[in-house]
């Protein structure tokens, strides 16, 4: 393969992309610009051309496997996987993934809305990565009437299982009034400080009944 400094000024990814565009370049022209240079023994059309024939074998590349590649240390290996994400979450805005932004995306899944008008309560917990997009979502506990114990560690359990960033905890109020209990206030406490140990973020409490919610985040009881 002919070093960058042997391919004609016009064939280079850089100025392809200022006269074509981005979409003409080849997935190892892109690498290369993302690259952006070798180093004395690995050129980057080399490092370039390995790290797509990785991707061709496996799409989710990790951070030690880009360390195997000659030519390839921390910093690069950083700056790849940071533009392949920064990739994933713009197409994610325009596929169907839940990105939560404010407690009305949150009540709006479907997890969520199961549990509005049940006769007892259930507390969920929706599982988010640094995106605040959503992994999962899932009851934690099934209470009776209008009393539901939960203790952090059954709420955490799974957030560390999804390697989560953060979290927000939903449950219902059968009795039809979405106001935070002192039970509700004291828990939410409880889970902030358990989330702050671990490094995992209780971005909300949200309470909901059949018409209703309310967020202990906008109320500033978090």
Request: hydrophobic share 40%; glycine share 6%; charged share 25%.
């Amino acid at each position: 393969m002919r070093k960058m400094r042997d391919v004609p000024e016009s064939d280079r990814p850089r100025e392809k992309i200022a006269q074509k565009g981005a979409p003409a370049l080849s997935e190892s022209e892109i690498l290369e610009v993302i690259i952006g240079r070798g180093t004395k023994d690995h050129d980057v059309r080399t490092i370039a051309r390995e790290i797509a024939d990785l991707m061709q074998k496996s799409p989710a590349i990790s951070f030690d496997q880009l360390l195997m590649i000659k030519g390839v240390g921390p910093s690069k290996a950083s700056q790849i996987l940071a533009c392949f994400e920064l990739g994933r979450r713009l197409f994610d805005k325009t596929a169907n993934v839940h990105r939560i932004v404010t407690a009305e995306d949150i009540v709006s899944l479907p997890e969520v809305h199961e549990i509005r008008d049940r006769r007892q309560e259930h507390f969920l917990t929706v599982t988010l990565n640094g995106a605040g997009e959503v992994l999962n979502a899932r009851t934690i506990t099934v209470g009776i009437l209008n009393h539901n114990l939960v203790h952090p560690r059954e709420v955490f359990a799974d957030a560390i299982t999804d390697r989560a960033a953060s979290i927000i905890c939903v449950h219902n109020h059968p009795c039809g009034i979405p106001e935070p209990s002192s039970q509700d206030i004291t828990i939410t406490t409880q889970l902030r400080e358990a989330g702050s140990m671990l490094g995992i973020q209780l971005m909300d409490h949200i309470i909901v009944t059949k018409t209703s919610h309310t967020s202990m985040h906008d109320r500033g009881l978090l």
